[in-house]
């Protein structure tokens, strides 16, 4: 009876300390999943952030459409003026040198424009792909925490069952012992007590007393053994049998059968 509490109490322990690290495993998992919303959140602004750059392209273009337009006022102006065809000549050479510089620029702000659009393009890309994966990290984090809960509730359950076990085998023992001390009592020729069957002073008497010093069969037993051992036995098997539980009947059931087979 004693190897069984001990074994219990052993598997209580390790079963709280497999709790413990249950729970310290879920509160890191918990705190992954806030990191990896943060990182999601982050990437997300990034996202939005370059998203709004075509304003600048916007801008270039409205830069060059009112070149364009001061371009055909000037020819319109020359065209005014033919008297002065030296000056025009002048000024249109010169607004073709400033047409040719702007169409240069315009071309390399194109190039610089796609090169950009090209870039974006690839970071979005890497945006998604960089969600996609946090969004199944973090779908496999729920998986494992939801496991992890499910292991934990089992544990639970597991420690439930041994607690109770373990306090149906003191239940156990504690009967055994009373009945014991009675059985003890009645082949001493003491006479019977009322609380004989659960008085904590048979426990405690069968506590310090651990070796059992039971007289021998010609002392102890009256002249009628049969008739007063057995009536003495029968009562304590019947007090024993109506305050313990279903669960243990059995095996308390054996207990007086060894002792009357011993005697």
Not at 163 to 178: G, T
Request: hydrophobic letters at 35%.
């Amino acid at each position: 009876m004693w190897e069984e509490i001990a074994t219990l109490r052993s598997q209580l322990r390790t079963q709280a300390q497999v709790t413990v690290l249950m729970s310290q495993a879920i509160q890191g998992l918990m705190e992954d999943r806030e990191h990896q919303k943060c990182q999601i959140d982050d990437l997300e602004d990034e996202l939005g952030r370059l998203r709004g750059t075509p304003e600048g392209r916007a801008r270039l273009e409205q830069r060059v459409e009112d070149l364009n337009s001061e371009l055909q006022n000037l020819r319109r102006q020359l065209q005014a003026r033919p008297g002065e065809a030296s000056v025009t000549a002048l000024l249109r050479q010169e607004l073709q040198n400033d047409r040719q510089l702007l169409w240069e620029e315009y071309e390399a702000v194109q190039g610089e424009l796609k090169l950009f659009r090209d870039q974006l393009g690839q970071q979005q890309e890497l945006l998604l792909r960089q969600m996609a994966e946090a969004r199944q990290a973090q779908g496999r984090s729920w998986k494992v925490l939801e496991q992890l809960q499910s292991d934990q509730e089992g544990h639970c359950r597991v420690v439930d069952a041994a607690r109770e076990e373990a306090r149906d085998v003191r239940q156990e023992i504690d009967l055994v012992r009373a009945m014991v001390c009675s059985l003890q009592a009645q082949l001493r020729g003491d006479p019977p007590r009322p609380d004989s069957a659960v008085s904590s002073s048979d426990l405690s008497l069968l506590d310090s007393d651990s070796s059992w010093d039971i007289p021998s069969r010609e002392a102890a037993l009256p002249a009628d053994p049969h008739s007063n051992t057995a009536s003495s036995i029968e009562s304590s098997t019947e007090l024993l049998t109506s305050t313990r539980s279903p669960q243990t009947s059995n095996r308390s059931n054996q207990a007086p059968k060894l002792l009357l087979s011993d005697l």
